[in-house]
């Protein structure tokens, strides 16, 4: 890196699945943790997971005493006839002062543009909006201030983007990479029933089985699917349909059809994503333990800081705690990806 | 905030095992002696910790057996806020459940002592889970749901055997350190 | 309030030939009892150069065969060739317009237009907005149950914009950004040397168990078993649908429309429409879950009421 270039600060995102975990977020460095509250109005409406009305206050509370901001996640598609609770939930996160909601449909962000100007909105990667001109009428239309991108686009794309969209730019840089396009995804429903978009959960619980056998095989199923057969030994990811192994014409064998249990991890393109503009840097993981919490938001608090110091980065090893026990950069550093 | 020990996991061949001292100390404890201490465990947790159960929802009520592999025994939990259980069983009689989880006693030690990453724990397959996996993911974020560990504030609450209890949990959390950078 | 019910035939969804696709849309005009036909590659901006030079004369024989013609944009629009394409349709002033992502509708705000499945539209609040900003009709998204359809239905004709739903073919669950086709032959999206040219309804995925599960059209995943809601037909008219998306397959499609025009005009019973639905399709199986709010994969049998 150039001495001479000075590389503007983004915000580290975090994720918190329960107040605890926020505070572990909070505490490792986040400039910003995001959640959801305890039901179908968020994207990882979970068993056991999340935050009550209190819980979200109490957060809230703590994030600001220490300088952290807390973005609330209102990011699933609300089928007609239940757009109350995410009425409620958009005037709960305005009467609790979050730093910003998380949004996706078109109707929720109508509504939080209309009845709370004051409250800022990013746009969800649940809108899918992966083009200039999709980014620039969300602006236009809803006043969104930030836009988190699909995992998708390469550097470069983001780079162009940024210089066309009339907002700031957030990007995922760790943790579950799905391989389809955020908010335009069925599977989950058509296996369980259970909509992905309107009940804001992939591959519930609930219909997740898992098989052993006596050679130490297991199988996992969603549904009456089964999606995968993993090895005596072989590392294991989430059991979602996009992550299995199936058979087609042509193959001889189980193939992983649209990608490998693995997680992402952009540690070494940082210094190229600042670049690029991105304000935001996001960690996925809502779900996940206030151990992988701690672990991770630590190394990229400390990657962070040494790339914006002129230090190159030195990452501690994260593949610990990664899907498949193996790492990507996903689609981000080239287009062979697709 | 948690244990110095690093996250979950390692490979497959060196993967934090009971020193032998320990499995010869816990093989021949007659399940009578172990159960006055366990039952006090799961009232202790039900009372200091209210929210587990605002958590745990619906599945307060499930039978959830903890089954470390490496032990003669599992422990059989019953979350229910009116008469929370945790009882013993002989790997031989293991009791009707509706959830197993199933890993080494350290890797289950440090997955209730918040140190380790359930997802992380199945991903490498050292943890097995079976049977009703969505009680088994409210349990595993209810638990989480906590500053610090669970454990030392059950070892807190033993009276004059809080001291010894609390050294124990130090010494399998130095244990699973050392085996984890092993 | 409710307009006549009409058949519309969706975007053909699979790289088919040029001259197969153009003998498609032939036939289509000269026979099939549809009355909007929907025309653009909405999967894949590789494909559209290779039936370019048949568009217009497609479109002008559906039109002269009495069609409305509809053209439907990209679905998944990430590179520079994407948003071409969005442009280029987008830019027709004589056609209307269906978007099937945000990027179109940034282009058609303003004028007349119409919503595609691929859209997220699942509440009268978005409908209120879109139809605000000149949405007529929307197609709606095949995971919709009954109830939230009809509760959408009821918005719809306060503002007057048309219900439309899909009732035939398989069912488009998901879209990426990189090509599973390609993919599956070991290529890469710019590599692909057009290998979904070889599977005209796409490419089967079965699980390792053997039973069928999924089917690949390029980015797009989509149900192995086909949407059929004949039996739902009544049912779907009650509540406010008056236009019904059938996705066109290799099967003959001319007799499909005709089996669901039959149903509609009731001059054929839903009983014997299902059976040679059946006869015209032998290798699909068909599906009606996500109407039940069941699992969508799944076949109920039509409720009573």
């Not at chain 1, 809803?142 to 009339?166: D, Q, Y």
């Amino acid at each position: 890196m150039r001495e001479t270039e000075i590389l503007q600060r983004p915000e580290l995102i975090c994720p918190a699945g329960t107040p605890a975990a926020l505070r572990a977020a909070v505490d490792a460095g986040a400039d910003a943790v995001y959640c959801g509250l305890q039901n179908e109005t968020n994207a990882r409406n979970f068993p056991g997971l999340n935050f009550s009305i209190p819980d979200l206050e109490q957060a809230v509370a703590y994030a600001h005493a220490r300088q952290a901001k807390v973005l609330l996640a209102v990011n699933t598609f609300p089928r007609a006839g239940r757009f109350e609770l995410w009425r409620e939930t958009v005037d709960a996160a305005a009467r609790i002062s979050v730093d910003a909601i998380i949004v996706a449909d078109f109707g929720v962000a109508a509504y939080a543009a209309r009845t709370h100007p004051k409250l800022r909105l990013h746009l969800s990667v649940q809108a899918g909006a992966s083009s200039p001109n999709a980014i620039r009428y969300f602006c236009e239309e809803f006043g969104i201030k930030r836009v988190v991108l699909p995992r998708i686009l390469t550097v470069a794309e983001i780079a162009e983007i940024h210089g066309n969209a009339p907002c700031e730019i957030e990007t995922f840089i760790f943790g579950n990479v799905g391989m389809m396009a955020e908010g335009r995804c069925s599977l989950t429903n058509y296996a369980t029933g259970i909509s992905t978009n309107m009940d804001g959960v992939c591959s519930p619980a609930g219909d997740v089985r898992y098989v052993p056998n006596a050679e130490g095989n297991m199988t996992s199923h969603l549904g009456c699917f089964m999606i995968d057969q993993i090895g005596r030994g072989e590392s294991a990811g989430y059991p979602t349909i996009c992550k299995g192994r199936y058979l087609c014409s042509g193959r001889t064998q189980g193939y992983y059809a649209f990608e490998e249990p693995q997680t992402l991890n952009l540690s070494a393109l940082l210094p190229d994503l600042i670049r690029a503009g991105v304000a935001a840097f996001k960690i996925e993981g809502r779900q996940r333990s206030r151990a992988y919490v701690t672990n991770v938001v630590s190394a990229f608090r400390r990657a962070l800081d040494d790339v914006l110091a002129g230090r190159s980065p030195e990452i501690a090893s994260l593949l610990a705690l990664s899907e498949g026990q193996k790492e990507t950069q996903g689609a981000y550093r080239s287009k062979t990806w697709r | 905030m948690h244990s110095a020990s690093g996250p979950a996991s390692h490979p497959a061949d060196a993967r934090p095992q009971l020193p032998g001292l320990v499995h010869v100390l816990l093989r021949p404890i007659p399940l009578p002696l172990l159960r006055p201490f366990l039952a006090p465990i799961a009232a202790h947790v039900a009372r200091a910790h209210p929210q587990l159960f605002a958590r745990l929802g619906p599945h307060a009520h499930k039978r959830f057996l903890i089954d470390p592999l490496d032990l003669p025994f599992g422990l059989l939990l019953t979350p229910d806020p009116a008469r929370p259980q945790l009882d013993a069983c002989r790997r031989e009689q293991m009791p009707g459940h509706d959830a197993r989880i199933a890993g080494t006693f350290l890797d289950l030690f440090g997955l209730v002592d918040g140190s380790i990453d359930g997802d992380a724990l199945f991903f490498s397959r050292e943890l097995q889970i079976s049977g009703d996996t969505e009680a088994v993911v409210a349990l595993r974020n209810a638990l989480d749901d906590m500053d610090g560990s669970i454990l030392d504030s059950v070892s807190a609450a033993f009276g004059p055997l809080s001291r010894p209890a609390s050294l124990a949990i130090s010494a399998i959390r130095a244990i699973r350190a050392r085996r984890t950078h092993a | 309030m409710n307009a006549m019910p009409e058949i519309a035939l969706g975007p053909v969804l699979f790289n088919w030939q040029p001259e197969a696709w153009r003998d498609f849309y032939f036939r289509i005009a000269d026979a099939a009892p549809v009355a909007t036909v929907y025309v653009g590659e909405t999967i894949c901006s590789k494909r559209a150069p290779l039936f370019s030079e048949y568009f217009e004369t497609a479109i002008e024989r559906l039109q002269r065969g009495g069609k409305t013609v509809i053209l439907s944009t990209l679905g998944q629009v990430v590179q520079k060739t994407d948003r071409n394409l969005i442009d280029s349709i987008c830019s027709v002033e004589e056609l209307p317009v269906e978007a099937n992502d945000v990027s179109a509708l940034h282009a058609l705000r303003g004028r007349p237009h119409y919503g595609g499945p691929m859209l997220n539209i699942y509440n009268g609040e978005s409908l209120r907005f879109l139809a605000e900003r000149g949405m007529r009709g929307v197609c709606v998204p095949a995971e919709l149950s009954a109830t939230t359809l009809a509760a959408l239905c009821a918005v719809a004709s306060e503002l007057g914009v048309t219900i439309e739903a899909q009732v035939f073919g398989r069912i488009s669950l998901a879209l990426s950004a990189r090509c599973y086709h390609a993919r599956a032959h070991n290529r890469t999206k710019d590599s692909c040397l057009f290998v979904c040219e070889n599977d005209p309804d796409g490419l089967e995925l079965s699980t390792l168990d053997a039973h069928s599960f999924l089917v690949i059209n390029g980015i797009q995943t989509m149900s192995h078993s086909y949407l059929n809601l004949i039996g739902e037909l009544p049912e779907l008219q009650r509540m406010g649908v008056s236009r019904f998306r059938l996705s066109p397959h290799s099967c003959d499609m001319v007799q499909v429309a005709g089996i669901f025009h039959a149903v509609l005009k009731q001059t054929l019973a839903v009983e014997e429409a299902a059976a040679q639905l059946g006869a015209l399709t032998p290798r699909a199986t068909f599906a009606n879950g996500f109407y039940y709010g069941k699992p969508g994969h799944t076949w109920q049998s039509a409720s009573p009421a």
